[in-house]
T-cell receptor
Framework: GIQVEQSPPDLILQEGANSTLRCNFS?????LQWFHQNPWGQLINLFY???GTKQNGRLSATTVATERYSLLYISSSQTTDSGVYFC????????????FGKGITLSVRP | ETGVTQTPRHLVMGMTNKKSLKCEQHLGHNAMYWYKQSAKKPLELMFV???????ENNSVPSRFSPECPNSSHLFLHLHTLQPEDSALYLC??????????????FGAGSRLTVL
């Protein structure tokens, strides 16, 4: 099956700093999602971004499908950005399913 | 609130108990999912239902029994569980377009502890 690798595994930031989270995947995809899991376990869909660039406030994401990677940018980080960030991809076709990476644990300190 | 509601949020049960987890989605989606998230492990897909029909059973032990009475409701019936089944169980839904681009929306999860 498709492989998803996220880096770095852990990240500690001072409030106000910027960061880049990376997701590499091993095959072509027609679905890529970034999720944020807060400390209470809730997974929030940040972006659906199989290709191109999107922005939502302080967050933006870019997927370069031909090179099989996606980047999530967090600017002016806040303590509420802490949690685990997951990248998930799907190849498409019959019975395709979303495959998750192991996640990146982000801690933003005041 | 994401539009996917899970109850209960927390559950503690003994190995001989029978309990159920419930998931309800208010998004008009036609596909629903159960995922298991154990400590230090990636999310594991358990079951997928499309239009109330089970289309995926990811080699899940029979002590977990899903039920999908309609496209808005999904249950996970639990019986004779083991302590290693303790985990966060996440429900999700999506609009299955049939092209493999299933954009998932998750519930808040049910944290299960098996004693």
């Amino acid at each position: 099956g498709i492989q998803v690798e996220q880096s770095p595994p852990d990240l500690i930031l001072q409030e106000g700093a910027n960061s880049t989270l990376r997701c590499n995947f091993s095959d072509s995809v027609n679905n890529l999602q970034w999720f944020h899991q807060n400390p209470w376990g809730q997974l929030i869909n940040l972006f659906y971004i199989p290709s191109g660039t999107k922005q939502n406030g302080r967050l933006s994401a870019t997927t370069v499908a031909t090179e099989r990677y996606s980047l999530l940018y967090i600017s002016s980080s806040q303590t509420t950005d802490s949690g685990v960030y997951f990248c998930a991809v799907e190849r498409g076709g019959a019975n395709s399913k979303l495959t998750f990476g192991k996640g990146i644990t982000l801690s933003v300190r005041p | 609130e994401t539009g996917v509601t899970q109850t209960p949020r927390h559950l503690v049960m003994g190995m001989t108990n029978k309990k159920s987890l419930k998931c309800e989605q208010h998004l008009g989606h036609n596909a629903m999912y159960w995922y298991k998230q154990s400590a230090k492990k990636p999310l594991e897909l358990m079951f997928v239902y499309n239009f109330k029909e089970q289309t995926e059973n990811n080699s899940v032990p029979s002590r977990f029994s899903p039920e999908c009475p309609n496209s808005s409701h999904l249950f996970l019936h639990l019986h004779t569980l083991q302590p290693e089944d303790s985990a966060l169980y996440l429900c999700a839904s999506s609009h299955n377009r049939g092209n493999g681009a299933n954009v998932l929306t998750f519930g808040a999860g049910s944290r299960l502890t098996v004693l």
